[in-house]
């Protein structure tokens, strides 16, 4: 089991970062917002002009609105936004924790491949597959985080073929790595 404690808690959020950063290579970092019960996918990408942005978002939009109709679930807060410099681009996903799925995370790294494919910023190494974590595991990984009334707002990338997770509240910074 990935959980780490953190003053005496167990942290749910922390194994669900890291496993989702572990089984999506498209993640360039997660963050857990616990003041919305929020978390934020971001991917990197090379620079992406206003046209792809919005021609993804429409995309997603639309396969989540059937996807919402077919599971009769509503989202809360469905939000992307698309920050750029001059030579990279980040889109953040936001989605509220209660009513995420693994279902609907595979819509999206499924969308983000197939559309944003070459684009995307990954970096080198080893990644895990299904055969290491099945949709069961994801999906229960998932409704735990969704139990936990932690109030760490929590950092997650992947660097150097590690996966580290911070816990960010002000100055104090707590720090979990997976090799």
């Given amino acids: 089991e990935l959980t ?4 005496g808690r167990l942290l749910k959020e922390i194994d669900l970062m890291i496993a989702l950063l572990l089984r999506f290579p498209q993640i360039g970092t997660m963050h857990y917002i616990p003041k919305t019960m929020t978390v934020e996918i971001v991917f990197l990408l090379e620079e992406l002009t206003a046209q792809e942005f919005e021609h993804f978002h429409e ?22 936004e698309l920050a750029k410099t001059d030579w990279l681009s980040a889109i953040t996903f936001t989605r509220d924790l209660d009513s995420l799925t693994y279902g609907e995370l595979g819509i999206l790294m499924e969308l983000v491949i197939r559309d ?17 974590f099945c949709t069961t595991d994801l999906t229960e990984l998932i409704n735990a985080a969704k139990t936990d009334s932690s109030q760490d707002t929590l950092v997650g990338f992947r660097t150097k073929g590690r996966v ?11 720090i979990h790595v997976v090799k």
């Fill in 116 to 132: 944003l494919g070459k684009k995307i910023i990954i970096e080198d190494g080893e990644y895990l597959t299904d055969d290491f």
């Fill in 164 to 174: 580290m997770v911070f816990r960010d509240n002000g100055d104090d910074h707590d």
């Fill in 59 to 80: 995309l997603c939009n639309d396969h989540f609105d059937v996807y919402q109709r077919l599971t009769k679930r509503q989202f809360s807060i469905f939000n992307m």
């Fill in 4 to 7: 780490k404690k953190v003053e």
